[in-house]
């Protein structure tokens, strides 16, 4: 069975803080990839990152980055530093083998300022 | 560049009236178009896929059904609203599998069944 769990349902730091949202999943197939996305207060899900299963490299971009671990079947997502602008839900997504994606349930993140 | 437009952006329904909610994609040719909806405060669930002009592919059965007329026209219906299709839609577009691709959402309906 294919399986994305975001543990932490809703996260609260104050501004300047890092934050970690974490994602775990599951799936038997060997070639697969994983996604993150936002969801602004708008509404808008928007694409922040693609990892395929033969790159565990991490990847940073600014102040995301993101570790990627076969070992633990994890994918979690650290924002450095956060922003108020950084609040937001967070899905993180697996799609392999098959014509969609399995979402997870998403991390509400609230960055105070 | 590609744009995806959804419309309207809010609708509020009663009970048993039907629904018509419309997503084109610009800019691009032959993109996979899903449909999405969003629960308050939930996760998102696949509806409906279509790989191609009038090729549906339905992910839950229910009272909503959709349509592609057009390469870059994804359309969502029902006949009959309940009050359990209350939710925030969201129409997304792909290029090749899904499995190995991003998709790239609209803006999103916000439906209200009352």
């Known amino acids: 069975a294919q399986k994305v769990t975001q543990a932490q349902t809703e996260i609260s730091v104050v501004e300047k803080e890092d934050v970690t949202l974490d994602c775990v999943y599951e799936?038997?197939?060997?070639?697969?990839?994983l996604f993150w996305y936002k969801q602004p207060p708008s509404g808008e899900l928007v694409f922040l990152i693609r990892?395929?299963?033969?790159?565990?490299q991490n990847e940073i971009s600014g102040r995301y980055s993101w570790n990627f671990q076969k070992s633990t079947s994890s994918f979690n997502f650290t924002i450095t530093a956060s922003q108020v602008v950084d609040s937001a839900v967070y899905f993180c997504?697996?799609?392999?083998?098959?014509?969609?994606?399995?979402f997870g349930t998403g991390t509400r993140l609230k960055v105070l300022a | 560049s590609q744009t995806i437009h959804q419309w309207p952006a809010t609708l509020v329904q009663p009970v048993g009236s039907p629904l018509s909610l419309e997503c084109t994609v610009e800019?691009?040719?032959?993109?996979?178009l899903y449909w999405y909806r969003q629960a308050a405060g939930r996760g998102l669930q696949l509806l409906f896929y279509?790989?191609?002009?009038?090729?549906i592919s339905s992910e839950v059965p229910q009272n909503l059904s959709a349509s592609r007329p057009q390469d870059r026209q994804f359309i969502l219906s029902s006949k009959k609203l309940l009050l359990s299709d209350s939710g925030f839609y969201l129409c997304?577009?792909?290029?090749?599998?899904?499995?190995?691709?991003?998709?790239?959402f609209g803006p999103g309906t916000r439906l209200t069944v009352l």
């Open positions: 997304a577009w792909s290029l090749g599998p899904p499995s190995y691709n991003e998709q790239f």
């Open positions: 799936t038997r197939d060997t070639t697969y990839y």
């Open positions: 990892r395929n299963s033969f790159d565990e």
């Open positions: 997504a697996l799609g392999s083998g098959t014509y969609k994606y399995i």
């Open positions: 800019g691009t040719s032959n993109p996979n």
């Open positions: 279509s790989v191609g002009i009038g090729q």
